[in-house]
């Protein structure tokens, strides 16, 4: 279990399901499995965001699914991270020594932005495979 003394767990964010999800009602109108596919995809945004917590540390951002620690990535190992789209995030990348990852915006982005320029600090941009104006 996360203790607050030692982590700063982030507060999900529950407005990317649901936007999915009220996408979802006028493209059922215009196609079932056009609206099927978007409501179901909301869905599991949904169940995700009230399941997955990303922590930070002290050394390292913490993934965990419910109360149980599933990933964990050294702050040593980041090359880069971007939050996708300033207007209105939706994804957050970052890159480290082992991959790429990619999460939906499940969590608050303010909150997010500024641990991971608290814990993080601005990388190098110029390695990115995206250009993006909202860093």
């Known amino acids: 279990m996360i203790k607050p003394y030692s982590a700063h767990l982030l507060t999900p964010d529950f407005r990317l399901s649901l936007a999915v999800l009220v996408l979802a009602v006028p493209l059922f109108w215009l196609s079932l499995w056009a609206g ?48 996708f789209w300033r207007p209105v995030p939706i994804l957050f990348f970052f890159r480290e020594n082992r991959g790429i990852h990619f999460l939906p ?25 995206f250009r993006s104006v909202g860093r």
């Open 105 to 129: 915006m499940l969590f608050n982005p303010v909150e997010l932005r500024l641990c991971l320029e608290e814990h993080v600090g601005h990388l190098h941009a110029q390695r990115s495979p």
């Open 36 to 83: 099927l596919a978007m409501g179901l995809f909301g869905l599991f945004l949904l169940v995700q965001t009230c399941l997955i917590g990303l922590a930070f540390t002290r050394t390292a951002l913490q993934v965990y699914s419910g109360s149980r620690r599933i990933r964990e990535f050294p702050y040593s190992e980041w090359q880069d991270w971007q939050i």
